[in-house]
């Protein structure tokens, strides 16, 4: 049975960071690309972040691009989301899930392609 499990979302103000996790069970994530999306209510989820398997590559949104990093520790079977610099406008429900192939192609940003997905994280960003 596969699970990623997400955790680290909270609250937090304008201008402050936090750490998302998504760790893995029953998945060697070390086979696969992995990818970050966030989601409001009302609102289709939106791609966030993504990292091939070895670590190597990312890509990110336009909207997170230089305040947020993605990385992972395939020993540990992890992947993180580093959140630095966050904005009202980054309060979601934050999703990790894995990509069908273990390098990125031209698919990334779009949800359909990813297999597997955590339960989501709320990242509420208020002062």
């Known amino acids: 049975d596969v699970q990623l499990q997400v955790s680290g979302g909270g609250v937090v103000q304008p201008g402050g960071s936090l750490r998302l996790s998504c760790a893995a069970s029953?998945?060697?994530?070390?086979?696969?690309?992995m990818g970050w999306f966030r989601q409001n209510p009302g609102r289709e989820r939106e791609f966030v972040a993504a990292?091939?398997?070895?670590?190597?590559?990312?890509r990110y949104a336009d909207a997170v691009k230089g305040r947020f990093m993605i990385s992972r520790d395939n020993t540990k079977n992890t992947v993180s989301l580093q959140m630095n610099g966050l904005k009202a406008e980054d309060t979601a429900v934050y999703f990790c899930?894995?990509?069908?192939?273990?390098?990125?192609?031209?698919?990334?940003?779009?949800?359909?392609?990813?297999?597997?997905w955590g339960q989501g994280t709320l990242v509420t960003v208020s002062s």
């Open positions: 899930a894995s990509y069908r192939y273990p390098y990125l192609d031209g698919s990334y940003y779009s949800e359909e392609f990813y297999t597997y």
């Open positions: 990292i091939v398997w070895s670590g190597t590559v990312t």
């Open positions: 029953g998945l060697t994530l070390s086979s696969y690309a």
